[in-house]
Nanobody, 123 residues
């Protein structure tokens, strides 16, 4: 079992930066691939970034690749999402997720989810 808690969301202006954190509990965090997803109002959950268990591989879609960076510190059981040059269209609830094995890009592939943290970007 892995329990996940996100933090770091808030209200910022366009162009600002935020760093989201995902704190995990459970003995097997270091063996899980991790991901960030977001859900904007009226939209389905969207893939934002993913990272392999040993940080050897990271993935993100073109829409955020140049602005968002995913990382993790297994010794601290924590994953991060550094978000720079935020845009109003980045406004969403951001969720962290974990799964055993290799990274995945679809929500259904993940086994564990946090409760989400709201990010609001004003223009």
């Amino acid at each position: 079992q892995v329990q996940l808690v996100e933090s770091g969301g808030g209200l910022v202006q366009a162009g600002d930066s935020l760093r989201l954190s995902c704190a995990a509990s459970g003995r097997t965090f270091s063996s899980h691939a991790m991901g960030w997803f977001r859900r904007a109002p009226g939209k389905t959950r969207e893939f934002v970034a993913a990272i392999s268990w040993n940080s050897g591989r990271t993935f993100s879609p073109d829409s955020v690749k140049a602005r968002f960076t995913i990382s993790r510190e297994n010794a601290k059981n924590t994953m991060y999402l550094q978000m720079n040059s935020l845009k109003p269209q980045d406004t969403a609830v951001y969720y962290c997720a974990a799964k055993e094995g290799v990274v995945a890009f679809t929500p259904g592939a993940y086994d564990y989810w946090g409760q989400g943290t709201q990010v609001t970007v004003s223009s």
